[in-house]
């Protein structure tokens, strides 16, 4: 199996071994959870939001590309560009640009 888009979902509060389930659930596609983090504090708010970074299948990238707007979900590459200021410096290292 083919994991390589990298999502991002913001504010999220529940627990990392419980949201692939709920995403399977909602979108009805595959997912592996891979890491959160807390947001810098930057002019467009103070930080300490939780976003969580997880793959969505190969197989299921197009299924799930339209829904997930409905979730504030982003392709990380899009997220990197447009909060870049907001993400920590380990976690832009750790999950480079790849497109």
């Known amino acids: 199996m083919s994991y390589t888009q990298l999502c991002v979902l913001p504010g999220v509060t529940d627990e990392l071994n419980e949201l692939g389930p709920l995403l399977e659930n909602a979108f009805g596609c595959r997912f592996k959870v891979v890491d959160a983090y807390e947001t810098l504090p930057d002019k467009s708010g103070p930080g300490g939001r939780r976003d969580v970074l997880f793959y969505v299948h190969d197989d299921d990238a197009m299924k799930f590309a339209i829904p997930r707007l409905q979730y504030s979900i982003s392709w990380w ?23």
């Open 77 to 99: 590459e899009d997220h990197r560009s447009n909060r870049r200021a907001q993400i920590p410096r380990s976690i832009l290292d750790k999950y480079p640009k790849t497109w």
